[in-house]
């Protein structure tokens, strides 16, 4: 099978979709994506999955509504083969699809220290979209973290630490978009008024502290339930 000839077959998903056929655009993708693996040897199932990760994540060629659970399927085995190898970007490409969590060997790396940014990020051919996205995994966390301000804080002030301290070395490392540095700053002063604000005993408010400070922040109302 050629490449084309593989796009116009995912083009016909599309296409049902977008004219609102949701069973018979599943029901053809899950034939399709079954004759591909039966039938297409790995070596030209490597080529044609490349490319096309790399005309749907890169140059954006085609619907970004989220791949199918067919796709993802499909493209599950050739990611685990080509990031066991340190391909990238199929290490970028993995993350993009399957998120941070997505983990090539469950063999050899299943107590959950695997992070697959970090390995792209690492990698001598490292790109500035994979920069940007381990960046912004660090402002992920912190947003994460704050989520119950001023009730409580989801992390511990050493990981709050630990999280600055790498993006820190990021920044010092690559170039970062602006937009993601600009709202690691806001963070980063956010997490300091809170952790002040706890050490002085939370006798004042902590709006009224982000207020003069200039910072921006909305908490989410806290329910409490009576048992």
């Excluded at 220290?113 to 500035?128: F, V």
């Excluded at 939370?202 to 109302?221: L, M, T, W």
């Amino acid at each position: 099978m050629y490449y084309n000839e593989f796009i116009v077959e995912i083009k016909k998903y599309w296409d049902l979709r977008n004219k609102g056929l949701k069973k018979q655009a599943n029901s053809f993708l899950f034939e399709f994506t079954d004759y591909f693996k039966k039938n297409v040897s790995v070596e030209d199932s490597d080529k044609i999955l490349f490319q096309f990760c790399h005309e749907y994540l890169d140059e954006l060629k085609f619907p970004d509504d989220g791949l199918p659970f067919q796709m993802t399927k499909l493209l599950y085995n050739y990611f685990c083969r080509e990031c066991i190898k340190n391909k990238m970007p199929q290490l970028r490409w993995a993350y993009q699809i399957y998120g941070i969590t997505f983990n090539p060997d469950d063999s050899k790396y299943n107590d959950g220290s695997y992070n697959i940014l970090e390995q792209a990020y690492t990698h001598e051919q490292c790109d500035q979209q994979t920069v940007d996205f381990y960046f912004n995994e660090q402002i992920n966390f912190l947003w994460l973290g704050q989520h119950h301000f001023p009730e409580a804080c989801l992390i511990t002030h050493e990981e709050f630490d630990n999280t600055l301290k790498l993006a820190n070395k990021i920044l010092s490392e690559k170039p970062v978009s602006p937009l993601l540095v600009e709202e690691f700053k806001y963070y980063i002063k956010l997490y300091n008024i809170y952790f002040d604000w706890q050490e002085n005993g939370r006798k004042d408010s902590f709006y009224e502290n982000c207020e003069e400070a200039g910072i921006e922040f909305e908490g989410i109302p806290a329910i409490y339930y009576k048992k």
